[in-house]
T-cell receptor, first 112, second 114 residues
Framework: GQQLNQSPQSMFIQEGEDVSMNCTSS?????WLWYKQDPGEGPVLLIA?????ELTSNGRLTAQFGITRKDSFLNISASIPSDVGIYFC???FGGGGNKLTFGTGTQLKVEL | GAGVSQSPSNKVTEKGKDVELRCDPI?????LYWYRQSLGQGLEFLIY????????KSGLPSDRFSAERTGGSVSTLTIQRTQQEDSAVYLC????????????FGEGSRLTVL
């Protein structure tokens, strides 16, 4: 099946720093999604990208859909303690594109 | 309730026993998914229901796993003869429109098989 690889696996940063993580795929995706999972919770959608080259922001978050349609990155500016969690990229698969495959995740830890 | 509700939140069982996990979707959400998340891992797709169509069971890891969705609403995931490798968090997600990619997840059911 399709595999989404995320890097880095984990990050330990200082509060106020900017963060960058990316996601790559061996297959082309027509949609890229970024989810965040807080401890003990289910993932929540942060940003959705529907067009190659698209750059989308949501507050301190910015994500881009790579031109090749095989990658995406997520940036977080001026990190704060509540940014802690696991960030997953995701993309649709299956004949109807009606299922999501999730990446391996990037765990973010913020030091005060 | 307003969100996806899953029960039980925690389940500890002995190897070989059967377990049932329940998911109450958001009202009006016709698509329902089950995912499995092992410790420190990503989400593994298990099964997908859409309206009255036959479910997509392509992600179920073995025939010990089954799921049903009654009346297009509540779903139950059943694991028969549980094994230790079944220990994981089982997440249910629903959506009104899968084209957006926005799935609404429950908090999950944590299963521990001793």
């Amino acid at each position: 099946g399709q595999q989404l690889n995320q890097s880095p696996q984990s990050m330990f940063i200082q509060e106020g720093e900017d963060v960058s993580m990316n996601c790559t795929s061996s297959s082309i995706f027509n949609t890229w999604l970024w989810y965040k999972q807080d401890p003990g919770e289910g993932p929540v959608l942060l940003i959705a990208l529907y067009k190659a080259g698209e750059l989308t922001s949501n507050g301190r978050l910015t994500a881009q859909f790579g031109i090749t349609r095989k990658d995406s990155f997520l940036n977080i500016s001026a990190s704060i303690p509540s940014d802690v969690g696991i960030y997953f990229c995701a993309g649709p698969f299956g004949g109807g594109g009606n299922k999501l495959t999730f990446g391996t995740g990037t765990q973010l830890k913020v030091e005060l | 309730g307003a969100g996806v509700s899953q029960s039980p939140s925690n389940k500890v069982t002995e190897k070989g026993k059967d377990v049932e996990l329940r998911c109450d979707p958001i009202s009006g959400h016709t698509a329902l998914y089950w995912y499995r998340q092992s410790l420190g891992q990503g989400l593994e797709f298990l099964i997908y229901f859409q309206g009255n169509s036959a479910p997509d069971k392509s992600g179920l890891p073995s025939d010990r796993f089954s799921a049903e969705r009654t009346g297009g609403s509540v779903s139950t995931l059943t694991i028969q003869r549980t094994q230790q490798e079944d220990s994981a968090v089982y997440l249910c997600a629903t959506t009104r429109d899968y084209n957006t990619g926005e799935l609404f997840f429950g908090e999950g059911s944590r299963l521990t098989v001793l």
